[in-house]
């Protein structure tokens, strides 16, 4: 489904200086439906006196509106927390960082994606590990069809990364990484967004067969054990905080 054209009006409205906004979530994951929302994240600069007074700034800020009949949801991290969280083994952030669905960017957006690589660790196989655990849950008491897909997407991400070391969000580029019903369900995801999965006999051990998988190339991965980027992330919230005075 296509993204709405003012879409990149909306970073001039907020509070404060954003370093990039992307679209995330569905849109993102390849199998947004007829009437999904649009997730939007990002990050953006506290001024020095909302750092240092005390009156402080939002490190978070969370907005929900709806505009033209699209329901947006917009959460930006201030950019000494998104850092932090990028630190963190946090897999959210990083799709967020690296999605290609770009509304804004700015130099910053450019330092922080090329320093990505430097946050990998074959520890943010727990990150997808337990998203799908998580998402299967969601879909055993549900039974709607977009946790079992949020399920199979998270595994299918969590095995491409293990594996490659690249990162890679949208499941419909990562088919060979799960049953070959995938493609069907996608397309069933598109027509609503809380449509019930279908009868799928082998839907239990698939999941079990690509957690396995999962597992198996997180003990294999060519990944370090930790992030290599703290000095350089210090450094550069550092400098651009006091660029923004």
């Given amino acids: 489904m296509s993204l709405p054209?003012?879409?990149?009006?909306?970073?001039?409205?907020?509070?404060?200086?954003?370093?990039?906004?992307?679209?995330?979530?569905?849109?993102?994951?390849?199998?947004?439906?007829?009437d999904s929302d649009v997730d939007l994240r990002g990050a953006h600069v506290l001024p020095l006196p909302e750092i240092v007074g005390l009156r402080t700034g939002p490190e978070t800020i969370d907005r929900t509106w709806t505009h033209d009949g699209v329901e947006v949801d917009l959460v930006t991290h201030d950019l000494a927390k998104f850092c932090r969280l990028l630190l963190n083994r946090n897999g959210?952030?990083?799709?967020q960082l690296l999605s290609p669905l770009v509304v804004a960017?700015?130099?910053?957006?450019?330092?922080?994606?090329?320093?990505?690589?430097?946050c990998l660790t074959r520890h943010h196989g727990h990150h997808?590990?337990?998203?799908?655990?998580?998402?299967?849950?969601?879909f055993g008491k549900t039974g709607e069809l977009k946790p079992l897909l949020y399920t199979f997407r998270v595994l299918a991400t969590g095995i491409h990364l293990m594996r490659s070391g690249e990162l890679e969000a949208d499941l419909t580029r990562l088919f060979a990484y799960g049953p070959p019903y995938l493609g069907e369900l996608v397309e069933a995801k598109r027509e609503a967004e809380h449509g019930a999965a279908p009868e799928l006999a082998t839907a239990e051990a698939d999941v079990e067969r690509m957690t396995a998988a999962l597992v198996e190339a997180q003990a294999g991965a060519p990944l370090p054990e930790a992030a290599t980027a703290h000095t350089a992330l210090h450094d550069l919230v550092v400098r651009h905080r006091l660029a923004a005075g």
């Fill in 105 to 118: 960017t700015s130099p910053v957006h450019e330092e922080l994606t090329a320093l990505a690589p430097r």
């Fill in 92 to 95: 959210y952030v990083l799709e």
């Fill in 128 to 138: 997808y590990l337990g998203f799908a655990r998580t998402q299967w849950r969601l």
């Fill in 5 to 34: 054209a003012w879409l990149p009006e909306v970073p001039a409205a907020q509070p404060y200086p954003l370093v990039f906004t992307t679209v995330s979530g569905a849109h993102l994951y390849g199998f947004p439906s007829r």
